[in-house]
């Protein structure tokens, strides 16, 4: 990937305002000082003029003042104007960990940071190609950097411990480049992922099971009677467009990779997998009828999946499951491919609203990053924002196939 940056190495600059306290200032304020005080600092507000000429101060007698309220309420208003600036982060690494956070970062406008910095004994990096750690100070000072993003392939005997350390005393955030990448793009990283991280770090606690399966076992009841119009309609539109079973039975692996059986409307012609082959769906595929598109598209195939939710084998938010003969082939290719069966599978999840319809064994590892993320932060909260996500993609046919 190439990048642009300039000769200081910074890709994205924005000009940021600097505070300069005055040089007397009381060292106890009082309640009739405030609007001194604060006029004082922000020196924005245009002095009173009559006619267009200044009033001086000993003439403001009949000027009208603004009162304390508005005063503070101004104070207040360009104190948010002035903290209201682009965060500005340095990525200390080369690798895939620091390419991945420099693609997030360069679809951030709120940010402004530099291109990854590696030692000269460790090859080059996409970014500013720093001779020791030794100028990193210096660049931290000129560059007012809020932030260190340590995203080093390796760190044994060459992470700068004391300038490090001498950053965080000095206000400065140092973060794991994992855990950064975490944050700002919803998703826990392949690339760099240390068992060390999942072992030691918050999450991955689910004190909610019970209340998620009483949410599950209630809205699955109150779902299936409403869709009981749908399940009555759907099953004569499938015999009457194409040849076949009405519901579609294909085993999917489940919670600590228990097997069950998934239920979907038919949305493909009959024998569609008659070479005794399971076949990854794409794009435009041939196999679908003209109403299973329709059904796919507003994700109507799904509805039986409810009640694989109320016997418990499904969830309604969790990481979709997956084809048992995928899943052995994926778990060889993709680290921690097995921890999605840690949980329940569901009919939606994060990956679904934050990732396309996946259908590849390098798709599947981008949807797995999204599914560690859920399994981290599982919570009610999370739930429900994938539930908001899901109307949209239901009600705008995003992502089907």
């Given amino acids: ?36 005080f604060f006029q004082h600092i922000f020196r924005t507000r245009p002095a009173a003029r009559v006619n267009g000429r200044p009033i001086r101060e000993s003439d403001q007698t009949d000027a009208r003042r603004p009162s304390r309220l508005e005063t503070w309420a101004y104070a ?46 460790h090859g080059e990096s996409n970014g500013k190609r720093l001779a020791d750690f030794s100028q ?16 080093m392939a390796e760190r044994r005997g060459t992470l700068p411990i004391d300038q490090l350390l001498a950053c965080k005393l000095r206000g400065i955030r140092v973060e794991d480049g994992t855990a950064f990448y975490e944050k700002i793009s919803g998703k826990i990283p392949l690339a760099g992922l240390n068992p060390s991280f999942l072992i030691f770090n918050e999450g991955f606690r689910w004190p909610t099971q019970a209340a998620k399966r009483g949410i599950d076992l209630l809205f699955s009841a109150l779902c299936l009677m409403l869709a009981a119009p749908i399940f009555l309609v759907l099953p004569i539109l499938i015999k009457l467009t194409s ?30 997998e008659s070479h005794g082959r399971a076949v990854w769906a794409v794009e435009g595929d041939t196999r679908v009828t003209w109403l299973g598109g329709f059904m796919r598209k507003f994700r109507l195939d799904e509805l039986p999946q409810l009640v694989n939710v109320f016997r418990g084998e499904m969830s309604f938010v969790g990481p979709r499951p997956e084809r048992p003969e995928f899943v052995g082939s994926l778990c060889d290719i993709i680290p921690y491919y097995s921890l999605r069966h840690t949980v329940k599978p569901g009919i939606t999840g994060w990956a679904q609203v934050m990732f396309r319809y996946g259908a590849s064994q390098q798709e599947s590892a981008e949807k797995l990053q999204y599914d560690l993320y859920y399994i981290k ?20 046919g995003v992502g089907a196939r």
């Fill in 377 to 396: 932060k599982m919570s009610i909260g999370l739930d429900c924002r994938i539930f908001l996500k899901t109307f949209r993609t239901v009600f705008f």
């Fill in 243 to 272: 040849p076949g079973p009405v519901f579609y039975r294909q085993e999917r692996i489940g919670l600590n990779g228990g097997r069950f059986s998934m239920l979907k409307f038919r949305s493909m012609v009959a024998d569609a």
């Fill in 1 to 36: 990937m190439n990048y642009k940056s300039n000769n200081a190495g910074l890709l994205s600059t924005e000009s940021r305002e600097t505070f300069a306290p005055p040089s007397s200032l009381p060292y106890q304020l009082h309640a009739d000082q405030s609007v001194s």
């Fill in 136 to 151: 990193l100070g210096e660049i931290l000072e000129r560059e007012r950097v809020d932030c260190i993003a340590v995203a």
């Fill in 76 to 121: 207040v208003e360009r104190l948010v104007h002035r903290t209201d600036r682009r965060r500005r982060v340095l990525i200390l690494g080369s690798g895939l960990l620091a390419d991945g956070i420099l693609v997030q970062l360069q679809s951030d406008a709120k940010v402004s940071f530099y291109s990854p910095v590696v030692s000269s004994k």
